[in-house]
């Protein structure tokens, strides 16, 4: 099992371009997440899915839509890159069984973007 | 709002010096802590979940205890490779996790 793969690793992008970042995971995972890793800032959760074809807002949407065609993949989108978004962004998935269970987490290698 | 604070932020070691680390936190009913690691230029890896008050899990030279405010992970006789940054995260009823900023370790050989 590969677990949770992301494409690209890097990325340069000028202001005002577009991209599409691709989580891939191959643990029949129901729920997957995007987040965005910064200095001093800790993991902060952009968008998230419950399942495929769902997608929910986290704690810094802004800039950024996602799609779950497939249960597998998870893209996250960046429609007119800035600046701001430079970071390490980070895909995860996770399987939550019964209502009540916790929600161990899997990340993925990062993707590590960078705009001018 | 669920809060979790890591303390402390930085944490240099000789090999075989045993610390812990803090993760103190506010949360509306836990379902679970969780501690990752994570090195440079990684995703985080998964360490423990807790789910109670009282319970202790251990893995190498790696123990993790919780109590109702905190949680702690003790670190026996370090070595080198144990250097990283550990994530502290919690997870409230039918909530995503909430992550702390995390604790860099340096283990100095």
């Known amino acids: 099992n590969a677990g949770v793969t992301q494409t690209p690793k890097f990325r340069v992008l000028k202001t005002g371009q577009s991209m599409t970042l691709l989580c891939a995971q191959d643990?029949?995972?129901?729920?997957m997440y995007w987040y965005r890793q910064d200095p001093g800032m800790g993991l902060r959760l952009i968008h998230y899915s419950v399942g495929e074809g769902t997608t929910a807002k986290g704690e810094v949407p802004d800039g950024y839509n996602v799609s779950r065609l497939k249960k597998q993949n998870f893209l996250l989108g960046l429609e007119s890159a800035a600046p701001s978004q430079t970071s390490v962004y980070f895909c995860?998935?996770?399987?939550?069984?019964?209502?009540?269970?916790?929600?161990?987490?899997?990340f993925g290698p990062g993707t590590r973007l960078t705009v001018l | 709002e669920d809060q979790v604070t890591q303390s402390p932020e930085a944490l240099r070691l000789q090999e075989g010096e045993s610390s812990s680390l803090n993760c103190s936190y506010t949360?509306?009913?836990?379902?679970?802590l969780f501690w990752y690691r994570q090195d440079p230029g990684k995703g985080p890896e998964f360490l423990f979940t807790l789910y109670s008050a009282g319970e202790e899990k251990e893995k190498e030279r790696l123990k993790a205890t919780l109590t109702k405010k905190e949680s702690f992970l003790h670190i026996t006789a370090p070595k080198p490779e144990d250097s990283a940054t550990y994530l502290c995260a919690v997870q409230a009823p039918y909530s995503t996790l909430t992550f702390g900023k995390g604790t860099m370790l340096l283990v100095s050989p």
């Open positions: 949360v509306s009913g836990l379902r679970g």
């Open positions: 995860a998935s996770s399987y939550v069984g019964e209502i009540s269970s916790t929600d161990t987490q899997y």
């Open positions: 643990m029949n995972h129901e729920y």
